[in-house]
């Protein structure tokens, strides 16, 4: 299916001509039937020959329903461009066409209307005129299509043109990131909450789990409608009738969105392009009361001109714009901008930043990936692809970095490592991302935990208070003057033993142990601290601490005041 919206002035027949394509009245309001005139949106649909679907958004031509049509253009993939032969060019034609052409519609048709209520020569110069207005927009070359309603004349035409002007525009992108617009919000009698929209960007399926921006209520897809026909699934570019539940049809309304919670990241602040209208007879500057419209909604925004003070008409400049609740948005999204007071489209642009973190004094937006990386220098892919669209693969760990970020990341960790003396850092005390960076430095080894210069070789080994442990064993020196972080790698690695803050070799403890389980052989009832002090020539200073390792590694057990032997006593 395709969508394709009207446009142009009041009363130049875009309700009829769609009633007459469709067979359905896009005016559903008793208030419209009565007025004849649109005032909301309306939605229609037919089959063109070819077989090919094709969904109506008619929108109202009047000047005080521009918010509405501004809601129904957004994502729609061509217009058909209504101007009737008996007025010719008017106001809203010429607004019409500058709003399409800033949100970048890029195809479209003309249906000249009323031809049978004038003479030849009024119909040629209407064709000069629109030929003359269309000139250097998306118009330009389009096909103008003669029709009279009333007569029938000319429709027939119209519908093939429509199918040939369809089968040359490109189908709505399925970038697997679906997006919906809500236009409409109602309560259908049994099945609660439906809201309605232009489907872009992805799909929709019954029973997908999405977020309503910007409550950011978790919802559930409970059923889906296209063109009246149930569907489990729905296909980017479709007009699309949503059934919801988890959340009551008053708590949305026009201008929200649903999208899935974790592809997006609404916000309330954007950098953009801003092209403002050549017919604007002011600069615009951020003094002035501005209603921005996104998708289908319409905000109150504070813009700021980035760079300069004003941008002069006819000429693009960049804006930050604060808009007061979080909208689900991504570079290239294509935006309007009316100031209130004045009631006039002053122009419209594009999304570049949809998380800005520059200072607007420093900002200069694009739609670079790479200078979204570059202001961050770290960004995980997850959170880029959210903010970009893009997906990139990481380049360290799950980050994607910024080559400057990379080699300060790198400089930085090289001099903790260096700057941390001969054991180097403990691994667990790195940040993740110095973890990340790690496998990219050269010349370290990670070893036992710690990650130290290659070049420094291994400051444990031959360590001279491990040689002057061993060189008295049982009567071991106190560690003064040793660094303290080797000491505790020389215990972790089990090169001495540490107990009551006295340190043994390994080697001496086996031996004591063996002394003991050959004194416990003569008394086996048990030995006093004064015995195994003298059986080892030591002092009860270091006798206490070897017994109470004993004790606690089951080598001995204590009974008052004597040791005997415990589960783990060496056999003799
Ligand atoms: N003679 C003639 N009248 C038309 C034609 N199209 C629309 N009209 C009449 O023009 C009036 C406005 O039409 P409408 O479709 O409501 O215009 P819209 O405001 O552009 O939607 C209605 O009275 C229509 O009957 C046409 O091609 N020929
Ligand atoms: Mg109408």
Redesign the pocket.
Known sequence: MQVVATA?H????????VLALTGMDPDRFAEEKAR???IDLGFAWATLDSGREVAFI?VP?HVRFLKNMLAGVGAVDACLF?VAATEGWKPQSEEHLRILQLLGVGHGLIAL?????VDDETRQLAHMELEDEVQGTFLEGAPVVE????TGRGVGDLRAALDRLLDATPASADRDRPRLWVDRVFAAKGSGTVVTGTLAGGSLAVDDELVVTPSLRKVRVRGLQSLQRQQGRVGPGSRVAVNLSGISHDELSRGHALVRPAQWRPTRTFDASLQVLEGLDHPVSRRGAYQAYLGSGEHSVRLRVLGEEAIAPGKVGAVRLHLPVPVPLLPGDRFIVRESGRDETVGGGEVLDVAPVLAASKARPSRSVDRVVAERGWITAEDLERLTGDRREPNVGRWVVAPAARESALTELRAAIDGAGPLGVDRAGLTDRQRAVLPLLDGVVVEGGRVRPEAVGDPLAGHPYVAAVEASPFSPPEPSGVNRAELAELVRRGLVVEREGVYFGPAAVDTAARRLAELLVEHPDGVTVAQVRDSLGTTRKHALPLLAHFDATGITRRRGDFRIGGPRLPAV
């Open positions: 142009g009041v009363d130049h027949g875009k309700s009829t001509l004849g005139l649109t008619d031509g209504v209307t009323k031809v049978g209520l029709v009279d309603v009333p």
